[in-house]
């Protein structure tokens, strides 16, 4: 998978453990999902799982969406520092097949998932906008940086998928 970019700063005082995790960006009809304001679906994947495994489990527990068509984007790496975990995102687009599933949520984060759909101008405008909000803050933990790395892996990939889709 080719690397589109690195989010953070690898910082060599600092033993990272790597974290493995897939996004996926769901289109239907030329719009693309987006969850809370500027994140895609997905999540770890687990030591037995492949990525398509892990898309169809994530998808399935956050969203209760079955997917076809799953493409290769391009991998983006996070050096979350607070964690001392690089995470390697593996990013993919896929075409929603339908909401066929009860969602199973893990945690609280995950029952409180708001999905809406957008353009990708629109979708690309709005985590823009949510980056924005940290121009002035210091990232003083992890939930702020891996709030902030996560809209910035959302903003690589849907850069990416439209470069891909021609728009």
Not at 99 to 116: G, H, I, V, Y
């Amino acid at each position: 998978m080719s690397n589109l970019v690195r989010i953070g700063t690898q910082n060599n005082s600092i033993e990272y453990r790597d974290r493995p995790t897939v996004k996926v960006i769901i289109s239907k009809g030329g719009d693309v999902l987006i969850l809370n304001n500027g994140l895609l679906p997905g999540g770890g994947i687990e030591p037995d799982e492949t990525d398509f495994q892990a898309i169809e489990r994530e998808l399935a527990e956050e969203l209760g969406a079955s997917v076809e068509n799953i493409s290769v984007i391009g991998e983006v790496v996070q050096y979350r520092d607070f964690l001392k975990r690089r995470y390697i995102v593996n990013g993919y687009s896929a075409d929603l097949v339908a909401f066929d599933k009860e969602p199973n949520p893990q945690d609280e984060r995950e029952a409180q998932l708001t999905a809406s759909w957008h353009t990708i101008d629109a979708a690309l405008e709005l985590v823009t906008a949510s980056i924005q909000r940290y121009d002035d803050v210091e990232i003083v933990d992890d939930s702020q940086q891996g709030k902030l790395y996560n809209l910035q892996t959302t903003r690589e990939l849907l850069r990416r998928f439209k470069l891909i889709q021609g728009a």
